[in-house]
């Protein structure tokens, strides 16, 4: 997955290697206008379930490197976007890498107007294998919401790709899986943190009680939005992690292409915290 991604880098930063080159100039200067405002229609969205609910999102793809037996083809994604949507889903992730996802450059595009028109508050979450602040630039360009950087692909890098996200004013989902990558995440400013559940570095293993493996290392006080995917494929599933404190889920797979996709995240969004985990996390 990331080898992949870096030969195609090679190619995507020749032809964006001019200095005037639209990313390029996005790269090169603080963008101040609307400061706030964009972190802000991310966390809205990823919290839109307080004080005792969970938000949904969707993680829009035709394939997943994760779970290599789904698969889903479909042609207008931004008609798929909306109607996610229309069913109470919060956000989208969009996803642009075609080796690992199914998704394209259009794609992207296609969702974001589709969201802006069908539900204008919903953040678009720009999804690729990010490994150079040019896929920053291009997630802005496409006036995407947010970006995803995963931890465990960055690695050292994470602090340089979040301070260049500070300056184009992009907001940033930091993917995360172990104790550590938290930590660092949280320590660079990290202000939204999705627990992937599985091991991407590991086989694709599942670690099911890994959210609450990792709670000690996220802030108190909601200071971090907090995001759990990774094969969240029932409700139940989802109650537990709306009873620890998360904010929301991220489902791809497990909606993608379900007949009963609009009644599931009904009923996730319906969920409640139980009276415990109110008092629990009242006081967390």
């Known amino acids: 997955m990331v080898q992949q991604k870096e030969q195609e880098m090679i190619q ?4 964006h290697k001019n200095p005037n080159d639209d990313l390029q100039m996005i790269l090169s200067y603080m963008d101040t206008q609307g400061d706030g405002l964009a972190a802000k229609k991310l966390v809205d969205s990823c919290r839109r379930g307080r004080p005792h609910g969970l938000s949904v999102g969707i993680d829009l793809k035709r394939r997943s490197p994760t779970n290599p037996s789904f698969s889903c083809d479909f042609s207008d994604p931004g008609s798929v976007a909306s109607a996610f949507l229309d069913s109470d889903a919060d956000f ?3 996803n642009c890498d075609f080796s690992s996802y199914g998704g394209e ?3 992207i ?10 539900s204008p508050s919903s953040a678009v979450v720009f999804k690729d294998i990010i490994i150079d602040p040019l896929q ?7 006036q995407c919401d947010a970006a995803l950087v995963l931890a465990c692909v960055v690695g050292s890098e994470l602090p340089n790709l979040l301070d260049t996200a500070t300056l184009i004013n992009l907001p940033i989902v930091v993917e995360c899986h172990t104790e550590e990558e938290v930590k660092i995440a949280v ?4 202000g939204t943190i999705l627990l992937n559940r599985v091991d991407r570095f590991s086989g694709n293993k599942l670690y099911p009680d890994q959210p609450f493996a990792i709670q000690d290392a996220l802030p108190p006080g909601n200071f971090v939005t907090t995001l759990v995917t990774g094969k969240v494929n029932d ?6 992690f709306l009873d620890a404190g998360y904010d929301g889920v991220v489902i791809g797979s497990a909606l993608i292409g379900n007949p009963i996709a609009d009644k599931f995240i009904k009923s996730v969004k319906n969920l409640e915290m139980g009276e415990d985990a109110k008092i629990m996390n009242s006081i967390g």
């Open 12 to 15: 995507f930063r020749a032809a």
């Open 109 to 118: 595009k296609q969702i974001v107007s589709a969201t802006r028109a069908s």
């Open 105 to 107: 450059l259009n794609d």
């Open 136 to 142: 920053l630039a291009l997630a802005k360009q496409l």
């Open 92 to 94: 989208v992730f969009a």
């Open 235 to 240: 409700v139940e599933t989802a109650q537990k």
């Open 187 to 190: 320590e660079n400013g990290a």
